[in-house]
């Protein structure tokens, strides 16, 4: 319950139960209506309305609109892809426990990078899974005391899965 992830999937699991929950109580209430009609007004074997079109009111149609609306909104929110928000330079925790061994390969990238090659610009790619750290990584690598004395200008930019050069391009130059 501590991850933040996971509090926020429960409070919309949450929700959508309590969603659930008044669409099944409007649908018990309705049925109810309806048993109550059907007892207090007799039945005549004369009519000329067959008994399956007899719920065709304007109160039940309406009803049918409404709930339509509700499952369909319902569908809508649980299906709408969570927007994942960008990520900032700022380490949720102050120390980084495990995985020294990347922690000094991306420092020693970082901090001499000038005294082997020219001055051509590279990439330090952080690969994995989801979850797995890559974006503490980059944190830590980006907050250590050393990086931040060995360069005049630091930018953090958050790439999303959707990547547009120039957009990130535009966003380091600004």
């Not at 008994?51 to 609109?65: H, L, M, Q, V």
């Not at 001499?112 to 989801?130: K, N, P, T």
Request: hydrophobic share 40%.
């Amino acid at each position: 319950m501590e991850e933040k992830v996971v509090k926020i999937w429960l409070d919309d699991l949450s929700n959508l139960a309590y969603d659930v929950g008044d669409i099944l109580d409007d649908l018990a209430t309705q049925a109810l209506g309806r048993q109550l009609m059907a007892v207090t007004q007799p039945s005549t074997s004369k009519s000329l309305i067959p008994s399956c079109c007899t719920s065709f009111t304007p109160s039940a149609i309406t009803f049918n609109d409404d709930m339509r609306s509700k499952t369909g909104n319902i569908t809508a929110k649980s299906a709408k892809p969570r927007e994942i928000l960008p990520t900032t330079s700022f380490v949720d925790e102050p120390i980084v426990y495990g995985r020294e061994t990347e922690k000094a390969a991306i420092l020693d990238s970082l901090l001499h990078h000038h005294e082997r090659s020219d001055d051509a610009v590279r990439v330090i790619a952080v690969i994995g899974m989801g979850g797995v750290g890559k974006t503490t990584l980059a944190q830590f690598a980006y907050n250590h005391y050393k990086v931040k004395s060995h360069f005049d200008v630091r930018v953090w930019v958050c790439v999303s899965d959707e990547f547009d050069v120039v957009g990130v391009t535009r966003t380091i130059l600004q």
